[in-house]
């Protein structure tokens, strides 16, 4: 049984492999940069952030962040509610 299980183990970490090596042998594909272009150029004079990285977080993403967040605290909420519904029921 434990036999089974590693040689399983072993072909599907070789499969994996595989596939890496194939993404990797093929030749490269022409990437659009207009848009790490447009922070670079204009990103200290929109933001006034030193650190380009900050600027895009907490100036371009800013509303993405927010809405994840709370779509992360309805969901949190959410199972919490169910989860305390279930032990009230038993």
Do not use: P
């Not at 049984?1 to 595989?18: D, E, W, Y």
């Not at 490269?28 to 990285?53: A, C, F, P, Q, R």
């Amino acid at each position: 049984m434990k036999s089974l299980r590693k040689v399983l183990v072993i072909g599907v970490l070789l499969i994996l492999f595989a596939q890496v090596l194939i993404l990797f042998s093929k030749e490269k594909v022409d990437i659009n940069t207009l848009s790490k272009d447009y922070y670079i150029t204009n990103g200290y004079k929109e933001t006034s952030s030193k650190n380009l990285v900050t600027s895009i977080y907490l100036d371009y993403r800013l509303f993405d962040s927010f809405f994840e967040a709370s779509i992360l605290l309805v969901v949190v909420t959410g199972i919490a509610f169910m989860t305390i519904k279930d032990k009230d029921l038993e």
